[in-house]
C-alpha cells in the first residue's frame, strides 16, 4: 500500500503515549495470532510459537506457555521471559525452541517486534526443497528479495547459537525458510509478522500444487514486475492491513480470547 493510499483515509497501526496500552493491544494481537493459526491448522502437537517484544522492557518478549493449545489461548494465559531465559511475567513453562530462535531473532533484528514460526504442512513440505519461493503468483511477490532460506538441518532448534545461526540468515527479510522444518516471519507489528506466515504458507501451498502439474512449465513474473509488486503487496502496511479482517473475525467469534 503506497502513502498515497494512507492519505485517502486507510487505516493504518495506532500509535500510543501509553506504554501500557500498547502493551495490551500487542497482547490481544497475539492471543488472537495463535487463534487463527489453530483455526487454520498451522498447530502440530506442542510445536510452533509467536512472540510480541515488550513495548517497554525491549530485551523482553511475550510468547504462548508450553503445551498449551493454539486454539485455547487467551491474552491472561501469555507469558513474558527475557533474553537470558527467566520467566518474568507467569509460571508457565517455555519452549526451549521458543526461547533459542525468538530470543536470538529479537536480539539480532531491533527492528522486529514480532515473529512467528509454526509446523504448518505446506511450509514444512516446501523446506525440503532447500529453495527459496518463486515470483509466480501477485501473492507470492511479497516475497520477492525478501525472504531467505536456512540450508541446513541439525535437529530440533534447543541452543541459542543455532538461534543466532537463524537470526543471520534471515538478514533484514521479512521471512525465513527452516530447510525441512517450516517458516519464520518477522514483522514491526504482531499483525505483520502473523499475515506474512499466513500468506506465505499460502503460496508454498501454491507452489507445490503447480510442481504437481506435469507437462505443463510455470511462467514466474519477470523480476521488474515482481519488485514493483513486492513494493505494494509486501509493504509493512500492507502486512498490517490484511491482518485487520481476520483479527476482527477471530474476536467476534471467539470473544474468549481477548480475556
Known amino acids: ?66 503445551g498449551m493449545s493454539f486454539k485455547q489461548i487467551r491474552v491472561s494465559d501469555l507469558i513474558c521471559l527475557d533474553h537470558s531465559g ?12 521458543a526461547f533459542a530462535i525468538h530470543s536470538r531473532v529479537h536480539a539480532a533484528r531491533p527492528d522486529v517486534v514480532a515473529a512467528a514460526h ?30 531467505a532460506v536456512f540450508d541446513d538441518y541439525t535437529g530440533v532448534v534447543l541452543d541459542p547459537a ?9 538478514g533484514d527479510h521479512k521471512a525465513v525458510i527452516l530447510s525441512n522444518h517450516g517458516n519464520l516471519t518477522v514483522g514491526r507489528t504482531v499483525d505483520e509478522a502473523a499475515w506474512w506466515f499466513i500468506t506465505m504458507e499460502r503460496s508454498c501451498q501454491a507452489q507445490l500444487q503447480v510442481a504437481q502439474c506435469q507437462g505443463l512449465k510455470p511462467v514466474p513474473i519477470d523480476d521488474d514486475q515482481a519488485r514493483a509488486t513486492a513494493a505494494i503487496v509486501g509493504s509493512e502496511l500492507a502486512g498490517w492491513f490484511n491482518f485487520q479482517p481476520l ?3 477471530i474476536t467476534e467469534l471467539e470473544p474468549d480470547l481477548l480475556s
Request: negative net charge; charged residues 25%.
Open 247 to 249: 483479527y476482527n473475525w
Open 162 to 170: 543455532e538461534g543466532d545461526r537463524i537470526g543471520a540468515a534471515i
Open 86 to 97: 527467566t520467566v518474568v511475567v507467569g509460571n508457565a513453562p517455555v519452549n526451549g525452541a
Open 1 to 66: 500500500m503506497t502513502d498515497t493510499e494512507v492519505s485517502r483515509g486507510l487505516a493504518r497501526p495506532p500509535n500510543f503515549e501509553d506504554v501500557a496500552a500498547e502493551r495490551q493491544h500487542r497482547l490481544e494481537r497475539l492471543a488472537a495470532s495463535f487463534r487463527l493459526f489453530g483455526r487454520f491448522g498451522f498447530d502440530e502437537g506442542v510445536a510452533g510459537h509467536i512472540t510480541a517484544r515488550d513495548p517497554e522492557f525491549t530485551d523482553r518478549f511475550w510468547v504462548n506457555p508450553f
Open 118 to 147: 509454526a509446523h504448518s504442512i505446506y511450509g514444512r513440505s516446501w523446506s525440503v526443497f532447500r529453495r527459496p519461493l518463486e515470483p509466480l503468483t501477485q501473492d507470492a511477490c511479497a516475497f520477492f528479495e525478501d525472504h
